[in-house]
T-cell receptor, first 117, second 117 residues
Framework: DGGITQSPKYLFRKEGQNVTLSCEQN?????MYWYRQDPGQGLRLIYY???????QKGDIAEGYSVSREKKESFPLTVTSAQKNPTAFYLC????????????????FGPGTRLTVL | AQRVTQPEKLLSVFKGAPVELKCNYS??????LFWYVQYSRQRLQLLLR??SRESIKGFTADLNKGETSFHLKKPFAQEEDSAMYYC???????????????????FGQGTILTVHP
């Protein structure tokens, strides 16, 4: 099952610790996204990257950081500054370019469930 | 700023009954609208998008710009339709939000659909 992979599936963190969630894709997509999924709040965008070495803050970027050094990888770090980090985190990617019908479809990974102890 | 509202957190119907999941949006430009679905233990996936005007798994959705709605409908619900459904909006390439926002999705809060036998 290729496409987008996220690891680990479950992650436990002590308060005050930083943790990094992995997201890898082999779809040759330029754009990648990180969302947070909470019950009753839907998916909220944390960070996104349209191209390598560039990324933008989403709606809830405080307490998070990202990097985009490679096209295939978009890791998310949840820092100790994030006040309520327990959530389900979803990574997505999207192809870019012109003249492609499925251009605006995002493909999602299986998610990482982060729990702060 | 764009906003997507799904007024129903939970929706229950019986097998064979019609089902309609409501979605309303606010956006100053001309958006692209999507429905995503998350079945139990599966990753989030695209169900349909308004520009393709297609029917997927018996579901259809019509963009009503006058009412700013994109409701998802199916005339005869099946048990396998039980899932979480998200409505999502993206600025278009020609939209007023500009190129960096193209492809960036804003999700509604989600509706859990349960189809009873």
């Amino acid at each position: 099952d290729g496409g987008i992979t996220q690891s680990p599936k479950y992650l436990f963190r002590k308060e005050g610790q930083n943790v990094t969630l992995s997201c890898e894709q082999n779809l040759n997509h330029d754009a990648m996204y990180w969302y947070r999924q909470d019950p009753g709040q839907g998916l909220r965008l944390i960070y996104y990257s349209q191209i390598v070495n560039d990324f933008q803050k989403g709606d809830i970027a405080e307490g998070y950081s990202v990097s985009r050094e490679k096209k295939e990888s978009f890791p998310l770090t949840v820092t100790s500054a994030q006040k309520n980090p327990t959530a389900f985190y979803l990574c997505a990617s999207r192809g870019t370019g012109f003249g492609w019908y499925g251009l605006n479809e995002q493909f999602f990974g299986p998610g990482t469930r982060l729990t702060v102890l | 700023a764009q906003r997507v509202t799904q007024p129903e957190k939970l929706l229950s119907v019986f097998k064979g009954a019609p089902v309609e999941l409501k979605c309303n949006y606010s956006y100053s430009g001309s958006p692209e609208l999507f429905w995503y679905v998350q079945y139990s233990r599966q990753r989030l996936q695209l169900l349909l998008r308004h520009i393709s005007r297609e029917s997927i798994k018996g579901f259809t959705a019509d963009l009503n710009k006058g009412e700013t709605s994109f409701h998802l409908k199916k005339p005869f619900a099946q048990e396998e339709d039980s899932a979480m459904y998200y409505c999502a909006l993206s600025p278009t390439r020609k939209g007023g939000a500009g190129g960096t926002s193209y492809g960036k999705l804003t999700f509604g809060q989600g509706t859990i659909l349960t189809v009873h036998p």
